[in-house]
């Protein structure tokens, strides 16, 4: 379908009668009840070409909201991956330590819709030490499989995940966003450093300067007033 969109140029010749019964088709395959279920997860994983046809042409794929969902401890970490986000982050990731921290998980209910089922999801997952009233984590320790990025919901995850730390007597956040490996370090991976700063930073968090430096970035906030925006 993306090919179709990119071939057919059908962003700007999406009436043209030769690409009739390629607008047909997209009109069956991005209505259905399934394909706006699952629209708001799998977006970030086609090219602007496509996301910007579907969304101008169809109103009912743009007006579909990603839903949100709880953050609640995951208990049981042992044996078999304990739901998506689990799976990916053991199978395709590298799993970071889980020692004598505490798993919390955000899984998403997918609405019932016109005869597609239901379902839900475990779509994210982060490792926290809490002492003293602050909870820490890494970078490596916040995860959202990356086709799901880009879309919210890494945004939806960490407001969540704030509000639950706070209704559970957290006072303070701290995140460390590590850099690469300076000695091989590429520029694409000096630019996701530099995303995961700005991630942090649009949700309230603060850069320690002191603390700080090319390798390392830590950023804090404080668990009080108004919940935090979503990315």
């Keep these: 379908m993306e090919d179709a969109v990119l071939a057919c140029a059908l962003e700007t010749h999406w009436n043209h009668p030769l690409n009739l019964g390629w607008v047909n088709a997209f009109a069956r395959w991005a209505t259905a009840p399934t394909f706006r279920a699952w629209w708001p997860f799998i977006r970030p994983m086609y090219g602007p070409d496509l996301r910007t046809f579907l969304e101008e042409r169809f109103p009912v794929v743009r007006d579909a909201a ?21 799976g990916w982050w053991r199978d395709r990731d590298r799993l970071p330590s889980l020692a004598d921290r505490r798993l919390y998980q955000y899984r998403v209910r997918v609405p019932a819709r016109e005869g597609a089922p239901g379902a839900e999801v475990q779509l ?5 030490s809490i002492s003293e009233g602050t909870a820490a984590w890494t970078s490596e320790e916040f995860f959202v499989p990356p086709s799901l990025w880009g879309g919210g919901l890494g945004g939806r995850f960490l407001q969540e995940l704030l509000q639950t730390l706070r209704d559970q007597g957290v006072g303070k956040c701290e995140v460390t966003v590590k850099g690469p490996d300076r000695a ?39 668990l009080a007033g108004t919940r935090v925006r979503g990315d």
């Design 184 to 222: 091989s370090a590429s520029r694409a991976q000096w630019e996701e450093r530099r995303g995961f700063v700005d991630f942090y930073r649009q949700s309230g968090f603060l850069i320690d300067e002191r603390r700080s430096n090319n390798s390392e970035a830590v950023l804090s906030r404080t």
């Design 66 to 86: 990603m839903p949100s969902g709880p953050v609640s401890l995951l208990e049981e970490v042992g044996g078999e991956p304990a739901g998506l986000a689990m």
């Design 124 to 128: 994210a997952l982060v490792a926290v």
